[in-house]
């Protein structure tokens, strides 16, 4: 029974299309999150939501768009997409947004924009 | 900016050694550091964590060092077995700040049998 799931584990799309990534977590967890590991394989945040209320917001562009309908699913939104994209999107959850047992991940979504 | 760095990208260890991985960081207000492991097509694991009122933390075959003065935090996996193989990744963060973690880049652990 996974905890933290996300669909699509791949998606190949084109320049100027829009999509989204859907995470969702079984484990009863206040705090969701979005991060990227980008080409250098470094993990960096991007959203975070406490309970469906966003709590962290880094700069992000703003085709970027996160939405938590309720505290089990946090999705990511992405418009007119652009090479840069091109990334894993890893989706996770925390008991708390002050939790220091640190998140359980999602396998990731790999978004290769051509 | 990256505010914690692992400047190896990988080690391979014999089976039954120890293999040592380094973190770096830049940031001094960091006070807790955690490490995940990573195997391949997963998302990343809580392995083990440490706060910098400690320099050492122990679990299993898993110790994990932190220098404050050098801004340095080392993970030893004692022995090193097959299925320890996968990135290891450190991550930093401070006090009032938890939901927000700094990750480094990785360190691709090979153990050969």
């Known amino acids: 029974d996974t905890a933290v799931s996300q669909t699509p584990k791949y998606l190949v799309t084109q320049m100027g299309n829009d999509k989204s990534i859907k995470c969702e977590q079984n484990?009863?967890?206040?705090?969701m999150y979005w991060y990227k590991q980008d080409s250098k394989k470094f993990l960096k945040i991007m959203f975070s939501y406490n309970n469906k209320e966003l709590i962290i917001n880094e700069t992000v562009p703003n085709r970027f768009s996160p939405k938590s309908p309720d505290k089990a699913h946090l999705n990511l939104h992405i418009n007119s997409l652009e090479l840069g994209d091109s990334a894993v999107y890893f989706c996770a959850s925390s008991q708390d947004a002050g939790s220091l047992y640190g998140y359980t991940f999602g396998s990731g979504t790999r978004l290769t924009v051509v | 900016d990256q505010q914690v760095k692992q400047n190896s990208p990988s080690l391979s260890v014999q089976e039954g050694r120890i293999s040592i991985l380094n973190c770096d960081y830049t940031n001094s207000m960091f006070d807790y550091f955690l490490w995940y492991k990573k195997y391949p097509a997963e998302g990343p694991t809580f392995l083990i964590s440490i706060s910098s009122i400690k320099d050492k933390n122990e679990d299993g075959r898993f110790t994990v060092f932190l220098n404050k003065s050098a801004k340095h935090l080392s993970l030893h996996i004692v022995p090193s077995q097959p299925g320890d193989s996968a990135v290891y990744f450190c991550a930093a963060s401070y006090t009032d700040n938890f939901n927000k973690f700094y990750f480094g880049s990785g360190t691709k652990l090979n153990v050969k049998p």
């Open positions: 484990l009863g967890h206040d705090t």
